[in-house]
């Protein structure tokens, strides 16, 4: 790992939970979203971005709603 990114996971320490989770998920799709780029026989599959971003809004937004 590079010291960027454990000094990015060890700012994130210090979040919210919710907010932990929600850069979690948005993490996580970024990297599926790379894989598949780099890998042109799954593109077909892959959502646009502003599919991707609006998955990513109701997750946080489910995320927030269950921590209220």
């Known amino acids: 790992m590079t010291s960027l990114l454990q000094q990015a996971f060890a700012q994130a320490e210090n979040l919210p939970e919710w907010e932990q989770d929600a850069l979690a998920a948005f993490i996580l ?40």
């Open 29 to 68: 799709e970024e990297i599926a979203a790379s894989y598949q780029w780099n890998n042109p026989s799954k593109q077909a599959k892959r959502p646009s971005s502003k599919i991707r971003q609006s998955q990513t809004s109701r997750q946080i937004r489910r995320i927030q709603l269950a921590q209220n």
